[in-house]
């Protein structure tokens, strides 16, 4: 478990995030690199994407194997300290909200910390949510391929301790059934807006 001084810097770590989140999951780095023009910030549709990772169960998946269900996915790390379980406890809540709807969907997790997060890790991890959540994993190239295709960033932060964390993307993707993107859920939204957004790619 992380120390109490880990928690805190991490939640400095969100703050400076927040700061720079602004519509569509819209990232800037500490370094201060401006974000893309927000038309190219929209994920392509899963039947343009060509990504390949491996599942928590082992099982290779790639994005022709969503379509045809609707889709609920997220970018994070196992060791995240606060956005990531926030994130997780939201949708595991949001599950429970729609009932059996829920099993309709398709919900990934989608790890940006290729070092740490092996597909067992993922297994561990997304098994203290909910057993609907896939976690996927995969070679740094296969990761970054994947980031690439829904347009999000993610980085590398080394800590003072020699230690690392991750800054990333923070936001729900929602894929209607055809593949096309719908919307997403911001970290920072009312949380009121989050069930009927999946309602409208359950209909
Ligand atoms: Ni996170």
Known sequence: MPTRRQ?????????????????????????GVA?????????????????????????????GDWVGRPALVFFGFTWCPDVCPTTLMNIAGWLEELGSEADKLTIALISVDSERDTPEVMSEY??????RILGLTGSPEEIALT????????????RDDGDYTMNHTAGVFLFYPDGRFASIIDFHEDPQFAVPKIKRILA
């Open 7 to 31: 928690l805190i810097l991490g939640t400095g770590g969100i703050l400076a995030l927040a700061a720079g989140t602004l519509a569509l999951g819209a990232w800037r780095s500490r370094s």
């Open 35 to 63: 974000p893309a023009p927000p038309s190219a910030d929209l994920p392509l549709p899963l039947t343009a994407m060509s990504w390949q990772l491996t599942s928590h169960l082992s099982a290779r998946v790639g994005p």
């Open 126 to 131: 997304v098994a203290m949510f909910d057993p």
């Open 147 to 158: 980031a690439a295709e829904f347009r999000i960033r993610y980085e590398k932060v080394p």
